[in-house]
C-alpha cells in the first residue's frame, strides 16, 4: 500500500468500484502505509523511524478530525428513512471534503517524511572508497529486481543517469553523497531480508529431514514387527 494507491482510490468513480466508501477505509490505509514501513524494516533503521514519527503525527490529525467524522456518521443515520442510492448520494459531497482534507493531511505528511529523509542524508559523513568499493561489489550480486529499484534510487538524484539498456555504466565516483548514501541503507534492507529468508529457508529444510527420519524409523519398525 503506498500514497499513490491511496490518491488514485480516493479519484476513483463509482463504476469503478475501487473508490473508498467512507473516510474510515482512508483512514486505515493511510495508516498501513507507515505501519508496513515500520514492520518490513528493523527498529533501528532510518526508515522504521521516520515511519513511526510520521504514523504519530498522522494518528494526531486523524483525532483532530475524527469529531467531524463522528458527525457526520450521525447525521447520515438519522436518514435511515432514505433510500440506499438516496444515502449513498448524500455521503459522496460530505465524505469527498473529508476525503480531499485526509489527502492533503497525507500529502503534508509525505513533504514531511521526504524533509526529514533529506536532512538524515545531509548528516551523514562522506563515504570512504572502500565503502564505495563495497558498495559496488554488494550492487553486482543483487537481483534483477534489487538492482532495478538501486538503479531507481540513483535516477531520483541524478535524471541524466541512463539506467536502461544491457549495460549500465556505474560510475559511483559520479555519484552525490546522498545517493550513495541512499544505495547503502538500500543494499543493507536488502541483505537483512536475505538473511531472514536464509533462516526461514535453513528451518524448512531442518524440518522436512526430520520428517524424512521420522517416516523411516516409522517404516522400519512396521517391518520388524511384521517379521
Known sequence: MVSGTIKSQMEAKDKDGSWYKNVREIYADARLVFTNAMKH???????????????ENFEEKW??????VVEEEARQKDEGAQTHSNIRN?????????????????????????DLRAKIIEKCRKMTTE????????LSTLSPEDLNMALEIITEDNPSFQ????????????????????????????LEN???????????????????????????????RNK
Open 163 to 190: 539506467a536502461t539498456g544491457e549495460v549500465v555504466d556505474l560510475d559511483l565516483d559520479a555519484q552525490s553523497e546522498t545517493t550513495l548514501w541512499k544505495l547503502k541503507f538500500f543494499m543493507k534492507r536488502v
Open 90 to 114: 448524500s455521503r459522496k459531497p460530505a465524505y469527498a471534503k473529508i476525503a480531499r482534507e485526509t489527502y492533503n493531511e497525507l500529502d503534508d505528511l509525505n513533504s514531511q517524511l521526504e
Open 194 to 224: 536475505q538473511a531472514k529468508n536464509s533462516v526461514v529457508k535453513a528451518n524448512d529444510n531442518l524440518k522436512r529431514k526430520r520428517e524424512i527420519i521420522c517416516k523411516a524409523l516409522v517404516k522400519s519398525a512396521a517391518k520388524k
Open 41 to 55: 524494516n528493523d527498529d533501528q533503521s532510518d526508515i522504521h523511524v521516520m515511519a513511526k514519527s510520521s504514523l
Open 131 to 138: 565503502e564505495k568499493r563495497k558498495l559496488g561489489v554488494g
Open 63 to 68: 483525532l483532530q478530525l475524527l469529531p467531524k
